[in-house]
């Protein structure tokens, strides 16, 4: 079946660092990627998606490119800030019927002064 | 403009107990979710609807029901409640297809 696997956190950076948060994923077919955000409290919100091969997905400085060779879907942003910190899902939709949402695990960012 | 509204925001439970989850959208989705969240391992499938009257089984299914009787409106059910079900619950909705999904706040449900 489809899954998605992202790298573990937490991850701690100061502000104004370079973020990286990896993800790959295993699917049949052609799915769509999504990045979403959830902040202390809160539901997900959607941060970016791409729906096929080589779209890059951006909002909010955060950026992420489809890479079907390597079947990646990495979440990068140049400039991080503290109201960045929360908890950070890719996740992918299966096209199929019920358009149903795969998760990774999650991964936690702090950011400090 | 609400969204999904997800009632009741908390809830504890004894074991054996039962009660009804419910989701809200006011968006005219055609498609609504419920999510387990639990630490370390994301958001599971419970169950989900394609559509008012239809239902089908997720990822973990097990101990649940779910009814969707009217299109904006998406019930979770839990008969016989177990320390296991303690979780983080999330309603979501979407227009299908490669829309993306709008969440809930989600209940905190502890079964003691």
């Known amino acids: 079946g489809d899954s998605v696997t992202q790298m573990e956190g937490p991850v701690t950076l100061s502000e104004e660092a370079f973020l990286t948060i990896n993800c790959t994923y295993t699917a049949t077919g052609y799915p769509s990627l999504f990045w979403y955000v959830q902040y202390p409290g809160e539901g997900l919100q959607l941060l970016l998606k791409?729906?096929?091969?080589?779209d890059k997905g951006s909002n909010k400085g955060f950026e992420a490119t489809y890479r079907k060779e390597t079947t990646s879907f990495h979440l990068e942003k140049g400039s991080v800030q503290v109201s960045d910190s929360a908890v950070y899902f890719c996740a992918l939709s299966d096209r199929g019927g019920g358009n149903k949402l795969t998760f990774g695990t999650g991964t936690q960012l702090k950011v400090e002064l | 403009n609400a969204g999904v509204t997800q009632t009741p925001k908390f809830r504890v439970l004894k074991t054996g107990q039962s009660m009804t989850l419910l989701c809200a959208q006011d968006m005219n989705h055609e498609y609504m979710y419920w999510y387990r969240q639990d630490p370390g391992m994301g958001l599971r499938l419970i169950h989900y609807?394609?559509?008012?009257?239809?239902?089908a089984k997720g990822e973990v299914p097990d101990g649940y029901n779910v009814s969707r009787l009217k299109k904006q409106n998406f019930l979770l059910g839990l008969e016989s409640a177990a320390p296991s079900q303690t979780s983080v619950y999330f309603c979501a909705s979407s227009t299908g297809g490669n829309t993306e999904a709008f969440f809930g706040q989600g209940t905190r449900l502890t079964v003691v």
């Open positions: 791409a729906t096929k091969a080589d």
């Open positions: 609807s394609v559509g008012e009257g239809t239902t």
